[in-house]
């Protein structure tokens, strides 16, 4: 399911207009209806405020996630590696560097990274299957 379409039933269930979500959003209605029609999804940059108008995470409006609360703070998406780990794993100081700045953010910051991320893995998976990441 495309993020505008989920986007799309969300609203419905939660009896939000368009138009009162792209105030919300800091959106005009045409840009939200231009979405919808074209099946097109929003910006990634909006995609944090619009989770947190739509009470869901943005894993779940990317659909990595089927649960639509937030990752609970023990999941693995959310764990930070304790600092000692870092230099046994071997990274690179860009790894290190991305690593320190990631942990720097809040959770709804760490949460766009994260998508960010999956969203380019997804984009690039010869990249995926070179690094042995998949079959």
């Known amino acids: 399911m495309s993020v505008i379409k989920r986007i799309v039933d969300l609203l419905q269930q939660k009896g939000i207009s368009i138009s009162e979500?792209?105030?919300l959003i800091g959106v005009n209605r045409a840009t939200v209806s231009n979405w919808k029609q074209r099946n097109s999804n929003p910006p990634i940059e909006l995609l944090a405020p619009i989770a947190n108008v739509l009470n869901v995470s943005v894993l779940y409006?990317?659909?990595l996630q089927e649960d639509q609360g937030m990752p609970a703070p023990s999941s693995q998406l959310t764990t930070n590696p304790p600092a000692p780990v870092v230099s046994r794993m071997g990274l690179t100081a860009k790894e290190?560097?991305?690593?320190?700045?990631?942990r720097d953010?809040?959770?709804d910051s760490q949460e766009m990274v994260l998508a960010t991320a999956y969203l380019e893995r997804r984009a690039h998976p010869d990249k995926e299957a070179r690094r042995g990441l998949i079959g």
């Open 105 to 107: 953010l809040g959770e």
């Open 61 to 63: 409006l990317l659909g």
């Open 21 to 23: 979500f792209a105030k």
């Open 96 to 102: 290190e560097e991305l690593l320190s700045i990631f």
